[in-house]
């Protein structure tokens, strides 16, 4: 089955800064690509998501980058703002295989520095 | 135009008793997949459902665990006996019924065996 590796664990970066999260996937079967951002209790949301016929894709100032090549995939935030303080999950799905669910990682706790 | 809806939210039991979770659908979707997070984890896939069939339920435990999505009505996780380390989020997503991957969450049921 699938497996998604995500690091960092924990990224502490400066308000007004940029944040980089990766993951890599291992089976090249899957082809979307989506990120979650999940608040303390709450719900995870859906903030960006990416296909596999697609290199890049920008929302404001998010942005993911996919590698298919070398199964990977990152996302880019821009000019972080204390609100963006999250767990952000990456997951990958082989749409059209008809069985399974996300397979996520295991998050990464971003934190903004004031 | 109301989102994926869960319930109980929180939900507390004893040792070998019954816990149902139920979970409502966004409006005019017809795929609901259920996940287990774990304090500090990322989320697993348990089970995949469409209205009156499981797909996929290659991520639950073969005991004590199942899942249904009636024809009328929520989907509903049940778990028997429970034990602690059934202790854990438990969320829901739903999809539509065609054209998109994309997975809406819930906000989730915490369940706590004490």
């Known amino acids: 089955g699938e497996n998604v590796e995500q690091h960092p664990s924990t990224l502490s970066v400066q308000e007004g800064d940029s944040a980089v999260i990766k993951c890599t996937y291992s089976?090249?079967?899957?082809?979307?690509f989506p990120w979650y951002k999940q608040e303390l209790g709450k719900r995870p949301q859906l903030i960006i998501d990416?296909?596999?016929?697609?290199g890049e894709k920008k929302d404001q100032r998010i942005a993911v980058t996919l590698n298919k090549t070398a199964k990977h995939f990152s996302l880019h935030i821009t000019e972080t703002q204390p609100e963006d303080s999250a767990v952000y999950f990456c997951?990958?799905?082989?749409?059209?295989?008809?069985?399974?669910?996300?397979?996520f990682g295991k998050g990464t706790h971003l934190i903004i520095q004031p | 135009n109301a989102g994926v809806m869960q319930n109980p939210r929180h939900l507390v039991r004893r040792r070998g008793q019954e816990a149902r979770l139920r979970c409502s659908p966004m409006?005019?979707?017809?795929?609901v997949y259920w996940y287990r997070q774990l304090p500090e984890e990322g989320l697993k896939f348990m089970v995949y459902?469409?209205?009156?069939?499981?797909?996929?339920e290659s991520g639950m435990p073969k005991e004590r665990f199942s899942a249904e999505f009636p024809k009328e009505g929520p989907s509903i996780l049940r778990i028997q006996q429970v034990v602690r380390g059934d202790s854990a989020a438990y969320f829901c997503?739903?999809?539509?019924?065609?054209?998109?991957?994309?997975?809406?969450f819930g906000p989730g049921t915490r369940l706590t065996v004490l």
């Open positions: 997503a739903s999809s539509p019924e065609t054209g998109t991957d994309t997975q809406y």
């Open positions: 089976d090249s079967a899957s082809n979307y």
């Open positions: 990416i296909r596999s016929n697609v």
């Open positions: 997951a990958a799905y082989r749409s059209g295989g008809g069985a399974d669910g996300l397979t």
């Open positions: 409006k005019g979707h017809s795929h």
């Open positions: 459902l469409q209205k009156e069939n499981i797909i996929d």
